[in-house]
């Protein structure tokens, strides 16, 4: 199972697009990268998955470089309801019943 | 209606007591999963099931037990709580290869 790490906190201001990296050194070939958005007291909820290059959906996009060892999710004009905490995954996409979500970045929007 | 429910949404309980946490899911997906969360912290996985018939252990699944019932039903039990197990809990699910879905969370506290 591959780690992942990603900074604690990051603040940013509204309408600004949000960069956040992380780092999955040890991910396996048949590893997936998916990241999801949690907010106080509720269940985290899936924004995006990919496996390398980019991928864009109409929340945000993700971009794998061709190592696979970081990727960097990617909030376009973050407004105050993207305030929450992001997780990155990495697992199998096929076998994603270990995956591990470990702290997060809790990303604040500044007004 | 929610595609994941748990019940109850909030419980107070005393040491040493049984407790059951229900989870049901209108998706129709096999694979069930509970995790909790403490302050501060990410997801921990504590058992998850493939089917009716597939029951694995997570990551923390010691002072815990669950018991699938139907495709759609997934139950976890504190035999006897402690302390300790005062955390969020979630329940998930989610199909062969896609994303989980998080239900609302059920907040317990043991005294």
């Known amino acids: 199972l591959a780690k992942t790490t990603q900074p604690i906190s990051m603040d940013s201001y509204e309408g600004q697009e949000v960069n956040i990296t992380c780092s999955h050194n040890?991910?396996?070939?048949?590893?997936?990268i998916t990241w999801y958005q949690q907010f106080p007291s509720q269940g985290p909820r899936f924004i995006i998955q990919g496996y390398k290059t980019k991928v864009t959906n109409e929340v945000a996009s993700l971009f794998i470089p061709a190592d696979r060892k970081s990727s960097t999710l990617s909030l376009p004009r973050v407004s105050l309801s993207d305030t929450a905490v992001y997780y990155c995954l990495v697992g199998e996409a096929f076998g994603n019943e270990k995956l591990t979500f470990g702290t997060g970045t809790r990303l604040t929007i500044i007004p | 209606d929610a595609d994941v429910t748990q019940t109850p949404r909030n419980r107070i309980t005393k040491t040493g007591k049984r407790i059951m946490l229900e989870c049901s899911q209108t998706k129709g997906h096999d694979r069930m999963y509970w995790y909790r969360q403490d302050p501060g912290l990410g997801l921990r996985l504590i058992y998850y099931s493939f089917d009716v018939k597939d029951i694995n252990k997570g990551e923390i699944s010691d002072g815990y037990s669950v018991s699938r019932q139907a495709q759609a039903k997934f139950s976890l039990s504190l035999e006897s709580a402690i302390p300790n197990q005062t955390a969020l809990y979630f329940c998930a699910t989610s199909g062969f290869g896609s994303e989980q879905y998080f239900g609302p969370g059920t907040r317990l506290t043991v005294t």
């Open positions: 040890n991910i396996a070939t048949n590893d997936y």
